[in-house]
């Protein structure tokens, strides 16, 4: 697909924007007063938003040049939903640590992940029905798709894909809670781009449950067992490993040693990754790594400046 033609995606993609900041707005103004229901519509608009928007964007992977469009593209509407979604997680895995870590009730953290399925299934229902409209050049194409195959590796490789960059996304979000939020939206939308550019030949590097079933319903309808257990127990593994693992057998000062916790990081993910492609014989770039380090070393100006 020519460059020229994404043109009304991206009218579409900032129309869904648009829209969802407004509901976002009304339901904030309109139902403080009752929390519970404030909360599951909030968290459901923000969910809708960023899979209707990633629906549309797997549209746009075959734009030249590749893969740089796609990744920029990737990277800035990242930012986008970090910027217009602020109090939401869209991720069922940020539920969880609340949810084990007693900071949130069973019934607020249920009301949250039901919350994010729902959004999930209705955006995958609204653009279904706007492809049907034909408005862009890839829409007639999206329609007459069964399972996109995401998986392009073994069920175990693909498993231990997901569960090892829900690690690197979570350990990230842990590391940069006390940046400031406009260098934080940044530093975690260049993240994702980069584990996107380095496994989404493999499994999409999708690591959000609620994401991955809006974007290949059809394969978890096929083979519901595998998908379930490489997008939905994946990410969760690897959140809960992060929680207990990490915050419970290491000492409190891991988590407060800026600086020392950012140089532990990249050692750790390096050799890991490097014990993962061993065992695995996987084709995960250790460029991802290195940029991750990269990432980091910014972190640690950032923290400075903070």
């Known amino acids: 697909m020519a460059i020229g033609g994404i043109w009304p995606s991206l009218l579409l993609m900032a129309g869904i924007v648009a829209a969802v900041g407004l509901c976002r707005s009304l339901v904030r103004r309109r139902l403080h007063a009752h929390p519970h229901l404030c909360s599951f519509l909030l968290e459901a608009f923000s969910t809708f938003q960023v899979c209707a928007c990633t629906n549309e964007l797997c549209l746009l992977g075959n734009v030249e040049p590749k893969p740089h469009t796609a990744l920029t593209l990737t990277y800035g509407f990242t930012v986008l939903h970090g910027l217009t979604l602020t109090g939401s997680t869209c991720n069922p895995c940020g539920v969880l640590q609340p949810l084990w870590g007693g900071g949130t009730s069973l019934k607020a953290g249920g009301l949250k992940i039901g919350a994010q399925f729902v959004a999930a299934t209705l955006a995958r229902v609204f653009m279904h029905f706007v ?112 929680f207990y693992v990490f915050k419970k057998t290491l000492p409190c000062t891991w988590f407060k040693n800026q600086e020392a916790d950012i140089l532990y990081l990249i050692v750790y993910l390096s050799s890991g990754l490097n014990k993962i492609e061993k065992t695995l014989n996987c084709n995960i770039s250790i460029e991802v790594i290195q940029s991750q380090g990269f990432l980091l070393q910014m972190q640690a100006v950032y923290f400075k400046l903070s």
């Open 131 to 242: 492809w049907r409209l034909g408005i862009a050049e890839a829409h007639p194409g999206a329609l007459s798709q069964g399972c996109s195959n995401p998986m392009q590796t073994t069920e175990v490789q693909a498993f231990c894909i997901e569960l090892l960059f829900s690690v690197v996304f979570q350990l990230t979000i842990l590391q940069v809670e006390a940046v400031k939020p406009s260098y934080r939206v940044h530093l975690i939308a260049l993240l994702i781009t980069m584990l996107v550019y380095a496994g989404g030949n493999l499994t999409g590097a999708i690591f959000n449950p609620a994401l991955a079933f809006s974007l290949h319903p059809k394969c978890f309808y096929d083979n519901f067992l595998i998908y379930s257990l490489v997008y939905w127990i994946a990410p969760s593994l690897g959140k809960f490993l992060i």
